[in-house]
T-cell receptor, first 113, second 111 residues
Framework: ETGVTQSPTHLIKTRGQQVTLRCSSQ?????VSWYQQALGQGPQFIFQ???????GRGNFPPRFSGLQFPNYSSELNVNALELDDSALYLC????????????FGSGTRLTVV | QKEVEQNSGPLSVPEGAIASLNCTYS??????FFWYRQYSGKSPELIMS????GDKEDGRFTAQLNKASQYVSLLIRDSQPSDSATYLC???????????FGSGTRLQVQP
């Protein structure tokens, strides 16, 4: 059974640019959630995708958007990058309806300069 | 008031001691409670989950839940230097799909 994989592991972007982060779900999981973790903080929920549609969103502006594909993999897109977008971006997959905790991927460290 | 609160620490304990980590939450509709361990530069790792009042033990770890007082704790027995990490409390608040995390408590186990 493969776990959650994320790419790339590290990324440096310039303010104003756009970035796409990728996540492959754990086998058998149909739901993907994305979190942002700033330095010294806990993960903050960005949004969740189920059956290729967004079905939950945290307090993030519309320039944070996502996609889920038929194979349940997912992308997180961030437009017009700001310095405060520098963070660890975490992806977690789960099976819809499960009450258990998430298993996170290894994350993508985004630095905006 | 934050929805999930933790003391940021650092909590320093000697090797072999019991480390006690605490977390409070604001919503009485919260249903599921989790503890994650996060080493510096790594992603969070799920170590314990608890759903009903009382204690749940797994090896050296014990999670305790008191819904009436709205707190959940994690005890680590026989603490080891390898337990040094940030411990994140996460709560599934009733009606929400996502987990809500505290800001974490940094634990230092001194050899």
């Amino acid at each position: 059974e493969t776990g959650v994989t994320q790419s790339p592991t590290h990324l440096i972007k310039t303010r104003g640019q756009q970035v796409t982060l990728r996540c492959s779900s754990q086998s058998g999981h149909n739901t993907v959630s994305w979190y942002q973790q700033a330095l010294g903080q806990g993960p903050q929920f960005i949004f969740q995708y189920y059956r290729e549609e967004e079905n939950g969103r945290g307090n993030f502006p519309p320039r944070f958007s996502g996609l889920q594909f038929p194979n349940y993999s997912s992308e997180l897109n961030v437009n017009a990058l700001e310095l405060d977008d520098s963070a660890l971006y975490l992806c977690a997959s789960s099976q819809a309806g499960q009450l258990g905790g998430y298993t996170f991927g290894s994350g993508t460290r985004l630095t905006v300069v | 008031q934050k929805e999930v609160e933790q003391n940021s620490g650092p909590l320093s304990v000697p090797e072999g001691a019991i480390a006690s980590l605490n977390c409070t939450y604001s919503d009485r509709g919260s249903q599921s409670f989790f503890w994650y361990r996060q080493y510096s530069g790594k992603s969070p790792e799920l170590i314990m989950s608890i759903y009903s009042n009382g204690d749940k033990e797994d090896g050296r770890f014990t999670a305790q839940l008191n819904k009436a007082s709205q707190y959940v704790s994690l005890l680590i027995r026989d603490s080891q230097p390898s337990d040094s990490a940030t411990y994140l409390c996460a709560v599934r608040i009733g009606g929400r799909r996502a987990l809500t995390f505290g800001s974490g408590t940094r634990l230092q186990v001194q050899p």
